[in-house]
Every structure is written in C-alpha cells, then in structure tokens.
C-alpha cells in the first residue's frame, strides 16, 4: 500500500479575508452559491460584498443537519440557480454539506469557517447524518476542497465554547494517527500514513498544549492574539491533515457510538470527541502521564472529562452499552485500533474514563 497525503489545493488565514472571497473564487466561475445559515449571512455578507467586482451571489439558509434530505434539497437549487460554485460558510455541518453537494453535482468547493470548532474544512470527508442527527455514514470524497479560506477575525469573535470544541476535535488527531501507524491502517485517503501527516498530527499536539489555554483566554474577550491564530491553524488546518492522512480510530467511533444517547446532541463535536481521546487512551491502557496530561488539558480549557460532562445526568447501563455497539460497527474506525475492540471492552473503557475524570476533578 502507497502512503498517501491529501490537502486542499489551497490554504488561506489571516485577519480580514473574507472581503477577498470573490477574487478567490473567480478562478472557479463567476456564479456563486453560498450556503450558510441566517445569522451567518448577516456577519459575512457586508465583507462579501465590498470584495465583489462581478460574481452572481445565490444565498441559501443551511437547514441544520447534514443528511441526504437536505444535501438533495440543496442539489436542486444549485441546478434550478446554474451556480458554478459551491461555498461553504459557517461550521462543519455546513462544510460537510457543501462537499456532499460539490461532490454529486460536480463543482468546485470552496470552505469558509467562521468558527475553528471542527477539522472539517480541508478534508476530502462529509459526515452524514440522519434526518434526527445519528451518525448514518461517512461519505468518502475523491479530494479535499478546492480552496479553504479563514478570516481569524470573524472567528476569533466567535462564541469562545466553538474554539474549545475545536481543540476537542483536534486533541484526537495525533493519538487516532498513533493507533492506526501501530495498526497499519489505511488513512481516509486509502493510504498508509506519510511522515509529514504524522508530524503534523504531532504538532497539532504540541500547539494545543503551547497555546490552547491563552488561545482560550483571549478568545473570551474577542481578540485574535498570536496564540489564537495558531489554535485556529491547529483545529482547521493541522488537525484537518492530520486526522485524514493520519487516519481515524477509537475517539471518533466513540463519538458516533454517543449520538445514540439523546441527551449528548447538545453537545458540540469536538466536545463528545475529546471525552472519546479519554476513552481511547483507557481502552489502550496509556502511560498515567499521558492520561492525566490530556484530563488536565480538558479540566483547564472547559472540555468535558465525564458523562455528566456530556449531558448524561442519570448513566443507563443499557445505554452506554448501545454507544459501545454502535461505535464497535464494523463500518466505523474503531478496527483501526491496534487490537480487537469489542462492545464489552469499550463499555469498560467508557466507565473508567468516567471514573477517572471524576476523580481528578469532582
């Protein structure tokens, strides 16, 4: 098997960007259509508009899920509008929808977060869910998009709790990349893990731990400082190519499994994610330092550690149960991991992350 790294052809961060996304789409086609959410439009549009010289905008409100019903929905207007174009502004269901829709009509993407709280925009990924919001499947895409652009200063006035799920999200990038290199799984590009995905997974790491608390900090006041510039490159970019050309495993099966408990939709991605990093580590019988460095990073920067932190006031049994059988599918990550997971030895790992994150911090 080859090793194989994927990326967006272009990468773009900086303060104030987002006035320049017509120039940088023009080398797509002059007939754009945004999809965003009402709220979103409102924040972006004025920038958009000052940048735009010739280009056709199509608006449309994202509905809230990324499913097939709101992906052909959105197919529909794309072809009744002849956009050429598919931007994606906002989060990562909306990022993940505007792929799934480039994907089936054939068009160029571009993504635009307005939020670091997912490694979604560079990935060749969308994750689709169902109409109700359960993990349904991962849907594969033939390349990443075709450009990602980040204005820091609109995401850096973002609610500072999409920040934090960011870190979530990008705190399982650089051990789901260690279990499938000791595994030797194939990546979510269909090759072995390169040398320069597995140093960015690690530097994703690193720059959590240098920068995740400051970043926090000044993200709560809405100032784009050095440290959350660099947490907004981890979560987006670093976290992005580490996690597809590193490869998945426990922590995001662990997610998946917990969108079975309604009680944790709630909950941001990166929020259910790094409770998911916690069980893996368990589930592979990590270092106390390695554990308790990861418990202490959560504790400090506000991301859950238990199951009361993930909205699970009364623990079932039966329920964490179902969460172990559903991320234990053989169709989800989990059989990335270096040995042979089962439902029962998941449901253990789960119930002593709890137990640990109550016992370092209750």
């Known amino acids: 098997m080859a090793a194989i790294i994927g990326s967006p052809t272009r990468y773009i961060q900086g303060k104030g960007e987002m006035k320049n996304l017509c120039s940088y789409a023009d080398k797509f086609g002059k007939n754009l259509f945004i999809l965003t959410s009402a709220s979103g439009r409102k924040r972006v549009e004025p920038a958009i508009n000052e940048g735009n010289k010739d280009s056709n905008l199509t608006y449309d409100v994202f509905n809230g899920e990324c499913c097939m019903t709101e992906i052909n929905r959105i197919i529909k207007i794309v072809e009744e509008t002849g956009s050429d174009v598919i931007i994606g502004i906002g989060g990562g269901k909306i990022h993940d929808t505007s792929k799934a829709v480039a994907y089936y009509t054939k068009k160029p993407v571009i993504i635009?977060?307005?939020?670091?709280?997912?490694?979604?925009?560079?990935?060749?990924?969308?994750?689709?869910?169902t109409d109700e919001g359960v993990f349904e499947k991962y849907l594969f895409l033939p390349s990443s998009p075709d450009m990602v652009m980040v204005d820091t200063d609109i995401v850096s006035k973002a609610p500072v709790r999409l920040l934090i799920s960011g870190m979530g999200d990008a705190l399982a990038t650089y051990f789901?990349?260690?279990?499938?290199?000791?595994?030797?799984?194939?990546?979510?590009?269909?090759?072995?893990?390169?040398?320069?995905?597995m140093n960015l997974a690690q530097l994703c790491f690193d720059t959590l731990m240098e920068n995740g608390v400051q970043a926090m900090t000044a993200a709560r006041e809405g100032i784009c400082t050095k440290a959350v510039e660099n947490v907004i490159e981890a979560n987006t970019y670093l976290?992005?190519?580490?996690?597809?050309?590193g490869g998945l495993a426990g922590a995001h099966a662990i997610h998946n499994g917990f969108t079975a408990i309604p009680e944790t939709h709630k909950m941001y991605h990166g929020e259910k994610v790094a409770f998911g990093t916690l069980v893996q580590l368990v589930l592979e019988d990590a270092g106390e330092d390695e554990i308790m460095e990861v418990i202490d990073f959560c504790s400090e920067v506000g991301l859950p550690v238990t199951l009361k932190g993930l909205g699970i006031e009364e623990v079932k049994p039966e329920q964490i149960m179902e969460v172990a059988k559903l991320a234990c599918a053989p169709e989800d990550t989990m059989g990335n991991m270096p040995f042979e997971v089962t439902p029962e030895d998941l449901y253990a790992a789960i119930m002593g992350a709890d137990a640990l994150g109550r016992y370092y911090t209750e």
């Open 112 to 129: 635009v977060p307005t939020i670091a709280s997912t490694d979604a925009p560079c990935s060749a990924l969308s994750v689709i869910y």
């Open 176 to 197: 789901e990349a260690r279990a499938c290199k000791r595994s030797d799984a194939s990546n979510c590009v269909g090759g072995r893990c390169t040398l320069a995905a």
């Open 239 to 245: 976290s992005g190519i580490g996690f597809e050309s």
